[in-house]
T-cell receptor, first 114, second 115 residues
Framework: DGGITQSPKYLFRKEGQNVTLSCEQN?????MYWYRQDPGQGLRLIYY???????QKGDIAEGYSVSREKKESFPLTVTSAQKNPTAFYLC?????????????FGQGTRLTVV | AQSVTQLDSHVSVSEGTPVLLRCNYS??????LFWYVQHPNKGLQLLLK??????LVKGINGFEAEFKKSETSFHLTKPSAHMSDAAEYFC?????????????FGQGTELSVKP
């Protein structure tokens, strides 16, 4: 079945540690996105990538980093510079950045700082 | 700049009664508009989308939405609520021509359905 897979589902991080969230898609989509969701704040865009080896900052990129070395993969690293990383993270993909089609979402990763 | 405003953060209805979730948008271009639903601790699922075709859009699970350009609105409706409709709903605008396909999310409306 085609879709987007995020792993792990739950992740715990100690303060000062970097952690990497995985996002893989087999939909052959060019565009991929990372969103952060906090209660009552909707979804906020962290980073997005329209094509392999290229990505742009979203609205809240500070403290995060990404890579797009393969079309199907768009991992997100939450660095120690992110002051409040506890949140629900959602990865999404769409056919292309200049084509206004819907995005397909993964099931999310809940990150908790302990 | 594109933006979307969901007018209610929480809506409560009784099972079997109509549902109305309100959404207004702002866009400099002809927008594409979407409604997504999210159940607790899950990803988002597309309910329906408007992409400059028919202004009345039918989606899954009996939901529909009407694009009204004059009112810059895209309200989501359902004639009869079911308990399984309880979830959070997001109105989303996309402007591929200017923003490179970024999706702009509303703040979300939590729908509660009472028995």
């Amino acid at each position: 079945d085609g879709g987007i897979t995020q792993s792990p589902k739950y992740l715990f991080r100690k303060e000062g540690q970097n952690v990497t969230l995985s996002c893989e898609q087999n939909l052959n989509h060019d565009a991929m996105y990372w969103y952060r969701q906090d209660p009552g704040q909707g979804l906020r865009l962290i980073y997005y990538s329209q094509i392999v080896n290229d990505f742009q900052k979203g609205d809240i990129a500070e403290g995060y980093s990404v890579s797009r070395e393969k079309k199907e993969s768009f991992p997100l690293t939450v660095t120690s510079a992110q002051k409040n990383p506890t949140a629900f993270y959602l990865c999404a993909s769409s056919i292309g950045g200049l084509i206004t089609t819907e995005a397909f979402f993964g099931q999310g990763t809940r990150l908790t700082v302990v | 700049a594109q933006s979307v405003t969901q007018l209610d953060s929480h809506v409560s209805v009784s099972e079997g009664t109509p549902v109305l979730l309100r959404c207004n948008y702002s866009s400099s271009y002809s927008p594409s508009l979407f409604w997504y639903v999210q159940h607790p601790n899950k990803g988002l699922q597309l309910l329906l989308k408007y992409t400059s075709a028919a202004t009345l859009v039918k989606g899954i699970n009996g939901f529909e939405a009407e694009f009204k350009k004059s009112e810059t609105s895209f309200h989501l409706t359902k004639p009869s609520a079911h308990m399984s409709d309880a979830a959070e709903y997001f109105c989303v605008v996309s402007d591929g021509g200017n923003q490179g396909g970024k999706l702009i999310f509303g703040q979300g409306t939590e729908l509660s359905v009472k028995p």
